[in-house]
T-cell receptor, first 110, second 115 residues
């Protein structure tokens, strides 16, 4: 089945820093989502980005489907950005399920 | 995503109890999902309902019984659970356009503890 790898597994930064999180996937996809899971367990939808670039405030994401990776950029980090960031893709085109990467745990210190 | 509502938020039950988790959405989505998430692990799919019919069962033990009584509601009935079933249970929904997959929106989850 499709493999989803995220890097780095852990990231500790000071407030105000910028960061780039990476998601590699082993097969072609037509659907990719980025999620933020906060310390209370809420899984928040950040981007639905099968290809191209999207921006939402301090966050932006780019997916290069032909090269099988996606990047999540966080600028001017805040402590509320702490949590685990997951990317998720379907195991094959058209599949209903999502396969999640292992996540990047981000800690923003004040 | 707060448009998918899950109740209860926390549940503690014994191994002989019967309980149900509930999920509700009013976005007109016709696909609904149950995921299980263990601590420090990503969510894993359990079941998918499409147009109120079970379309995917990821070989989940029969002590978990899903039900979709209408297009807005999804239940997960629990019976004779084991301590290893303690986890965060997440419900999600999405549009169900044939041939095109739509983003999934998640509820806040039910944190389940089995004594």
């Amino acid at each position: 089945g499709i493999q989803v790898e995220q890097s780095p597994p852990d990231l500790i930064l000071q407030e105000g820093a910028n960061s780039t999180l990476r998601c590699n996937f082993s097969d072609s996809v037509n659907n990719l989502q980025w999620f933020h899971q906060n310390p209370w367990g809420q899984l928040i939808n950040l981007f639905y980005i099968p290809s191209g670039t999207k921006q939402n405030g301090r966050l932006s994401a780019t997916t290069v489907a032909t090269e099988r990776y996606s990047l999540l950029y966080i600028s001017s980090s805040q402590t509320t950005d702490s949590g685990v960031y997951f990317c998720a893709v379907p195991p094959r085109q058209g599949a209903q399920k999502l396969v999640f990467g292992q996540g990047t745990r981000l800690t923003i210190n004040p | 995503d707060t448009e998918v509502t899950q109740t209860p938020k926390h549940l503690v039950m014994g191994m002989t109890n019967k309980k149900s988790l509930k999920c509700e959405q009013h976005m007109g989505h016709r696909a609904m999902y149950w995921y299980k998430q263990k601590a420090k692990k990503p969510p894993e799919l359990m079941f998918v309902y499409s147009y109120e019919k079970l379309s995917i069962n990821e070989s989940v033990p029969s002590r978990f019984s899903p039900e979709c009584p209408n297009s807005s509601l999804l239940n997960l009935h629990l019976h004779a659970l084991q301590p290893e079933d303690s986890a965060l249970y997440l419900c999600a929904s999405s549009q169900a356009l044939r041939g095109r997959r739509q983003p999934q929106h998640f509820g806040d989850g039910t944190r389940l503890s089995i004594l």
